[in-house]
């Protein structure tokens, strides 16, 4: 009984090293959704912005389990962005709130 070798079939001991990922000449770029961001903005009094950002940040998380890269960086960055509006807004309404609220005098 002789043992062949096949040399187009790689196998772990020749020391390749696959990883699964598919594509060999393409780099898996970081995720990145914001999901901690955009749930902290859910605390902020913006409330249509931070959900449309919490969103856009689960839809992010979406598009890069389906390996398209492109679209969670887009969908990232639109989170990112609706997430930093929504801080600012909730900020404007607390200021706005806390001045009006110190300044009325009782009658």
Known sequence: MSHMVR???????DGSRDHGLGNEG??????????????FTCFCPAYPVNIVALVFSV?????????DYEGSERLGR???H??????????????????????????
């Open 78 to 80: 639109k989170a990112l």
């Open 7 to 13: 040399s187009d079939v790689k196998s772990p001991l």
């Open 59 to 67: 839809l992010a998380q979406s598009s890069y389990d389906q390996e």
């Open 82 to 107: 609706l997430g930093i509006a929504s801080i600012i807004i909730g900020l404007l309404f607390i200021t706005i709130y806390c001045i009006v609220h110190f300044t009325t005098k009782l009658v």
């Open 26 to 39: 393409q780099d898996v770029p970081p995720l990145r959704n914001y999901l901690v961001l955009t749930i």
